[in-house]
Each structure stands twice: as C-alpha cells, then as structure tokens.
C-alpha cells in the first residue's frame, strides 16, 4: 500500500472516482433493488385486490334479503333474471361447469397423455420436431375460435348423428371443444415431464428386458407422475375457468344435469350474461355474478395449490 | 417355453400400444386439421381488402373488421409496455436478488396460482381497478376528473372506463405471471459461471444483473414474452367484461377511446343467428390465426437464430 501511495501515478489510479462513486453507486444499486422489488410487490398487491374486491362484493350480494346463505349453497335452482321468484342455489352453475370440465378431460387427458408417451418415448426426433410446433400453435389459438369451431362444426356434425338428441346448443359440443382446447396443454406439459425423467432409468430398464411399452408405462410414466399430474390438475383449471366456448356453444340453461345433450350454462357463461346485458350495476343479478366469480376463483385456486403440492411432495428425485 | 410367451405376450403389447400413441397423435393432428379446414372454408371468401378495411356494419356484407383490427393493435402495444418491464423486473428480483426464504417461497406460490386465475376473474378486477377505480372519483361518468383536450393524444380520465387504457392494463394482469416465469425460467438457464465470474471482476450484483445475466437470457425472455403476447391478442372474456364488446364506431384516437378488439368482433358475429355474419367471423379468425402463426413464427425463429450455447 505504502509503495501505492508513493507513486504519484498509481496513487492517482487509485483515487480515480473511487470514493466518490462508490457511495453513490451504492445508493443507485439500492434505488434499482428497491424498484424491482416493487414490481415483485406489485404481483402480491394483484392477488389482495383480487380477493379483497371479490370478498366485498360477495359479501354486498348476500346483503340483499332475497339471498341467504343457506340458499347459496342448499338450492338446486338458479334464476335470477326470469320468473317472479328468483332463486340463488349455485349448484345448477357448479355442475354445469363440472359437466363441461368432465367431457373436456375423459377426451383430452387420455388422448394428451398416450400422444406425450409417443412423442417423448418413442418419436424419431424428426417426427417431434415436426409435431410440437404444431401443438405449440394449437395452444395458441384464441377460445373464441374454439367456441365457433363447436358452434359450426361440432354441434352440426352432432346433429346429424342424432338429430332427436342434440338441439343447436348442447354441453357435450362445448366440452368437447373445451377439450380441444386443453388437449395441447395436457400433452406438451406431460412431455416436459417424461422428458426429464433421467435416460439412466430408461437405460436399467432395457438392461433388465424391457420392451419399449414396459419400460415407458412401467417405468417412466411412475416416474413422472408428479409433473403428470399436475399437467392434468392445470389442464382441469383450465376448463373450469373457460370462457368463450362455453358462452358460445353450451346455451343459457342453468340446471342440475349429467345428461352431455342438456342445454347447460356454466359459471363463466352465467358472468358473460350478466356482464353483455343490462342488468343494473347495483342490482341483485349484478352482484350475484360476483359471488360466482368468487365461487369460482376458489375453485380454481384449490385446483392449483393441490397442483403445487402434488408437485413438491411427491417429486421423484433421481438426481 | 413360457419365458417365450411372455416374451411374445410383451412384444405384442408394445406393438399394439405404439399403434394407439400413433392413433392418439393422429387423431391430435387430424383435428388440428379439420380445425382449419373448416373455418378456411367458411371464411376464405370473404377476406378481401375492402373486409379488412370496412368499419362495423349491421349488414354482414358491408362489415369490416378495421376498428376491431386497430383497437387489437392498440391494448396489445399497452398491454406489452406494462407487462414486459414489469415481469422482467419481478423475476429479476425473485432470480438474482431475493434471499430464499419463507417469503419468497409464498410469492412464487403466489404467482403459480396468478397464472391459474381465469382470465375473466382478471376482467371484473380490472373493471373495478381500472374501468371504475374502486369509485373513488364517482361512480357516474360525468363526474370523471378529466385532464387535457379530448380530441387530443395525451386526454386523460380518471377514472379510465372502458377505454383501451383499461384493457390494456388488464390483459397485462392477464400475461404478466406469464412473462414473469419465462423469465426466470430464461434466467435459470444462465449457468452460474458467468455470474460468478462478472462478481469477481468487481461488478457490483446489479452490473452483473443487468449486463451479464440479462443479456444472456433476451432470446429466451423474448421467446415467453411473444408466446405470452399471442396468448393477448386472442384473449376476449377479461375484455367482454370490461364492456369492449359494445359497438364502437371508429377506432380509438387516444388512451380514452373506447375500443373493440378482433376476438371479440368474432364473439359478437358468432352469436348471431344469421348464417352470413357465422362467415364473416370466420373470415375475421383467419386474419387473427395469421396474426398468430406471425407471433410464433417470430418466437421459434428466435429461438433457432438467438439462442447461442452458453456452456
């Protein structure tokens, strides 16, 4: 140090701006850590909104005297726009979204899951490449498209198998699309996780004379199970919360009903009604849509958090 | 003998299963297919300039989807301006600065379950957030704080209403867990080394950030971002709710306009009874599919050009 300071160069080098901008730096450093951690705040702050408005408003709905809790959740009638006895009882809503998600998940889970097997496991790299681009765009396209797609195609092409059966707005058209729709989501996020199952298992299971189905659905497929579900779990979040298909195709009926035929209206498409229309902004029918939104985002919040834990608990770590 | 059958016995069984994964993938590509043929068929036709060009019409001959197209165009250009430096920021954050703890445990579960919300959930937030402000300037239109000219660009209203302002900012709410975990998804991939040698030259964490980290990670932050955009662009049921879907007459002028978006345009013409407006909103998904196919085109060419091996 002492040699530093004696050379008048060096010295010099040594003062160049240090001490100045060393503090001042640091007090740039904290300004941009701070604003950075605003934004992370910002994401917590969207959350506490979300809840606080909907809690608030719900809590306004159940307000009115002509709605009562026991009603809510004891009722199997919902019509709040027609007739002079107005009935609030969410399960018409509930099983017309539950219908919807059903339909969408015994076709796209099995049909996802066996073509994330194939492309994972047994695919030639030229085949994927061509193949995952094509999901990738699948994923891509808007549900309004989903839900012109069952309104045009799918529902008429019903009709025609059964013209009795069917009318021009039915559940299984929309759950079907709804399928469609979350078909790419099931099978690219089932093939992230067999994809990062480590090659070693494959390798031991070959080793032991293993055929390729063994070893992909005996070996594999348990091995990513953690990721498989929670692909579906997302997947099944995903259906409920559609919105489009459901609000074009699936009709306005709200009712109790496992029949695919019935006309059914879904907790979305209950929203889009309320929101298209003139209900008045104070009304009951206008805060009804909160408490099924709030119904609603609890559902899917449920769904997500046992997505989260299936992953963390029961990940098979190999590494 | 028996180990023979069983050998057999396996073989079939694979043989079998590879013809149902071919079938199941089939059946995937087939109904992408017969997705597109359909609404080609039915909209081909119609697409012409005077289509792109036309405003909104109660005659399906004369309708256009120019208002829609613009209005689109406008609450993405917002909705990326918000989104973008604000995920970029919270990832940066979470990835780079954050200690692991208990706390930053619950944000990342927090923005896990951000992405889950349905996106019409989004719709009555930004209503209330946005479209009214929590009433705290009124509750009736004529009672807005209001700022600067009307016809000029820089009108300002509080609160927005249903202008492309508010739509803008809530489909950011809608991409924004999005982009924020591409992005720390990019910044994982950034191996450790370069970080740790940036650090020992001196840089300060924020230099190391901001000059090594993130630029190491653009092409695949740029990837999640454009996925995340054409996930916006297609996105109609948080905008039904906040009242895009009335008829507009002109596309938006300023921040305040009021504004119609593509999917939507589609939405109120497929809700029509009437067979002639059914093909002109499959005319108007053509226009949107090739807005999309733009986006991920430009994502996977990124992807294939940018994405230099770092390791």
Known sequence: MTTL????????????????????????ERAI????????????????????VLAKETIGFFEF????????????????????????????????????AAIAASFALPLGLIAAIYLSEYASPRVRATIKPALEILAGVPTVVYGFFALTAITPLLQRIDPELFGSYNALSAGLATGIMILPIVCSLSEDALRAVPRSLRDGAFALGGTRFDVSVKVVVPAALSGIVAAFLLAISRAVGETMIVALAAGGVAQVTANPAAEVQTMTAYMVQIFLGDAPAFGVEYKSSYAVAATLFVMTFVLTMIGQLVLRRFREEYD | MSAERSIARRMLANRAFLALCLAATTAAMLILAVLLVSIFAQGWDGLSWSFMKSLPSRKAEKAGIWVALIGSL????????????????????????????????????????????PSIVYGILGLTAFARMFGLFGTNRDEALTFGDPESLFFVRLPFGSSVLSGG?????????????????????VP?????????????????????????????????????????????????????????SGAPDNLMSDFAILPL???????????????????????????????NGIAVFIRQKLQKPLQ
Request: aromatic share 8%.
């Open chain 2, 192 to 248: 450790s080394s370069l970080r740790s040698g940036a650090l020992a030259l001196g840089a300060t964490p924020w230099q190391t950030a901001w000059g090594i980290t993130l630029p190491a990670a653009v092409p695949g932050i740029m990837t999640g971002s454009i996925l995340a955009m054409s996930r916006a662009i297609g996105e109609s049921a948080p905008l039904l709710v906040l009242g895009g879907a009335l008829f507009v």
């Open chain 2, 169 to 189: 900012l809530t489909l950011m709410l809608v991409i924004l867990p999005i982009v924020i975990i591409a992005t720390q998804e990019a910044l994982r991939a």
């Open chain 1, 65 to 100: 005297e002509e709605v009562t809790l026991g009603e809510f959740f004891g009722s199997l009638e919902w019509n709040p726009l027609l007739g002079a006895e107005k009935h609030f009882g969410i399960w018409p809503l509930v099983s017309g979204t539950l219908l919807i």
């Open chain 2, 74 to 117: 406008w609450v993405c250009a917002i909705c990326a301006l918000v989104a973008l430096p604000l995920g970029v920021a919270t990832a940066l954050y979470l990835e780079e600065f954050a200690r692991k703890s208990r706390l930053t445990r619950l944000i990342q579960t927090n923005i896990m379950n951000l992405a889950g919300v």
């Open chain 1, 5 to 28: 300071r004696t050379n008048p160069q060096l010295g010099n080098l040594a003062q160049l701006g240090r001490p100045r901008s060393a503090g001042s730096r640091r007090i740039r």
């Open chain 2, 265 to 295: 345009q589609i939405y109120n013409w497929a809700s029509r009874p009437q067979e002639s407006f059914h093909a002109i909103a499959a005319s108007a998904i053509i226009v949107q599919l090739v807005a999309l196919l733009l986006f």
């Open chain 1, 33 to 52: 850590l701070f604003s950075l951690w605003l934004a992370t705040a910002f994401s917590v702050a969207v959350t506490a909104t979300i809840i606080v």
